[in-house]
C-alpha cells in the first residue's frame, strides 16, 4: 500500500474475492506433478474430465471492522454483461 496510508485510510477499505469449491474430485483441470528439471512427460499428466463440475461459487468481503455474508453464487459467471 501507499506509504503515509495509515490505520484511518484501512478502516474505510473493503477487500472482497470469490471462490469456487468443486463437490467432486474431478474439476476440469490437468495437473501435473513432477522434480525439478523434468520435462511435461505423459507420464506425469493426469488427464480429466473436461465437462462442468458440480460445485459452489461463494463471494464475501472483509473490512477493517467489518464483514459481509457469505453470499452463494448461481449460476454461471462470466466476462459476459
Known amino acids: 500500500m501507499k506509504e ?10 473493503v477487500f ?10 474431478r474439476d476440469g ?6 522434480h525439478r528439471g523434468e520435462r511435461m512427460l505423459n507420464s506425469c499428466v ?8 458440480p460445485g459452489i ?5 472483509i473490512g477493517y471492522h467489518s464483514r459481509t455474508s457469505l453470499v452463494c453464487i448461481v449460476g454461471t459467471v462470466n466476462s459476459q454483461p
Not at 4 to 13: A, I, N, T
Not at 29 to 34: D, F, L, S, Y
Not at 46 to 52: A, E, F, K, L, S
Open 4 to 13: 503515509g496510508c495509515g490505520r484511518q485510510k484501512l478502516d474505510e477499505v
Open 16 to 25: 472482497t474475492d470469490e471462490s469456487r469449491i468443486c463437490l467432486q474430485h
Open 29 to 34: 483441470r490437468i495437473r501435473v506433478w513432477r
Open 46 to 53: 493426469m488427464h480429466r474430465h473436461t465437462g462442468p463440475a
Open 57 to 61: 461459487m461463494v463471494w464475501g468481503g
